[in-house]
């Protein structure tokens, strides 16, 4: 069990810091929200699954309601981050910020 | 002028600095309010209340009266801001239709406003995005968004949480359905009456708990009187008080939140606006 709570922290945290080398390397607003968005989620879910799993390590029913509960986290992110992600970028869109294009490598 | 208010503010900056060396150090065991009242309530809180969490305790229970006037402040707020703000002019601006089948943007004269029908919807002047996504996830999430509020306001008593903090979750539920959809989709959930004969009914609830402890015939805000009327012992009926208020003041904080929020983003008119 706790190898496989370790294999799934790890993976999340493979995630999260992929998802912030991206913030920082990628070169425009949209393509820095696509690592924001897309590796946050994946990244919280490994993580939160590995607590939850941790959590039922000495099992009982009092543990296992407290890991759904944990489990509903990630049910909520997994609705809230992408929307958020669409909602910051269609303001963006509206406030006029021009898409990243291969004219523009180099500056 | 300045010269005088500069002072006046040196000087009692100075009073304050000088003062601060008569207090006890940080965590002073032997400083008086960790001596007589913190001890008292650390050890009695779960014999007495049977409320697990001291806080709550001490918030609702053993300073009461101090909780009641916070929520009344807050309620003053609340009014202050209805006062300062709200505007009792119809904006005679030109308004924004959509024509609902083709997603066209209509631009209307005032005196040609069309009458209400399905066709047609009205959209804000100054803010006419339509996003189906963030609308249908908002419009599914607000529900989750209050039941959780409720846990919070009702499980106060053993984890952090309790009214204020419940009340602004409750609150920020009804303001997630004005920022996604519009203001007149929030003001149809909950109707700016309703919100204003809430705010005063919190406070309410709070001081008549209060004023029904006199009738029972102990003291102010004193719960153990109610026991005879929730027909249990004394301990339990404080738990119980303490429950009553944390919804009073859980409805007046939603109210408030609502009220101020309404009234700051529609500039007082309460028909439109972020």
């Known amino acids: ?107 | 002028m300045k010269a005088i208010g500069l002072i006046i503010v040196v000087l009692v900056g100075a009073l304050l600095l000088y003062s601060t060396e008569d207090f006890p150090s940080w965590g002073d065991p032997a400083s008086p309010a960790s001596v007589h009242v913190a001890a008292h309530h650390l050890k009695k809180a779960i014999p007495e209340t049977s409320v697990p969490n001291v806080v709550t305790a001490v918030l609702a229970d053993y300073r009461g009266y101090d909780t009641m006037f916070e929520t009344s402040v807050i309620f003053c707020a609340g009014l202050g801001c209805f006062v300062l703000l709200r505007l009792f002019k119809k904006r005679d601006d030109d308004s924004y239709y959509r024509h609902v089948a083709t997603g066209i943007t209509l631009h209307i004269k005032k005196d040609k406003i069309p009458d209400a029908s399905s066709e047609f919807e009205r959209i804000d002047t100054l803010w006419t995005p339509y996003d189906l996504i963030v609308k249908n996830v908002c419009r599914i999430l607000a529900p989750f968004v209050q039941l959780f509020a409720l846990y919070v306001i009702a499980h106060g008593h053993h984890s952090p949480g309790g009214g204020f903090q419940g009340g602004v979750i409750l609150g920020a539920s009804v303001i997630l359905i004005a920022i996604s959809h519009d203001m007149r989709t929030a003001l149809g959930r909950i109707s700016e009456k309703t919100v204003h004969i809430l705010m005063a009914v919190g406070v309410l609830i709070y001081s008549g708990i209060g004023a029904l402890c006199i009738l029972m015939g102990r003291n102010f805000l004193d719960y153990a009187a109610l026991s005879r009327i929730l027909f249990t012992d004394k301990i339990e009926a404080r738990s119980l008080g303490i429950f009553g208020v944390e919804v009073g003041v859980g409805i007046t904080v939603m109210a408030v939140m609502i009220s101020i929020y309404n009234n700051l983003s529609s500039e007082g008119r309460q028909d439109e606006g972020l």
């Open chain 1, 1 to 107: 069990m706790d190898v496989i709570v370790i294999l799934l922290l790890i993976c999340g945290l493979v995630f999260f810091t992929g998802g912030a080398v991206g913030i920082l390397r990628f070169p425009d607003f949209y393509t820095r929200l696509h690592p924001a968005g897309k590796m946050d989620t994946l990244g919280s879910f490994l993580m939160v699954l590995a607590v939850a799993l941790y959590n039922i390590h000495d099992f009982s029913w009092a543990a296992l309601l407290t890991s759904l509960k944990i489990l509903l986290i990630v049910l909520f992110i997994f609705i809230l981050n992408p929307t958020a992600t669409h909602a910051i970028v269609d303001a963006g869109f509206r406030a006029g910020m021009r898409p990243w294009t291969k004219e523009d490598r180099g500056k």
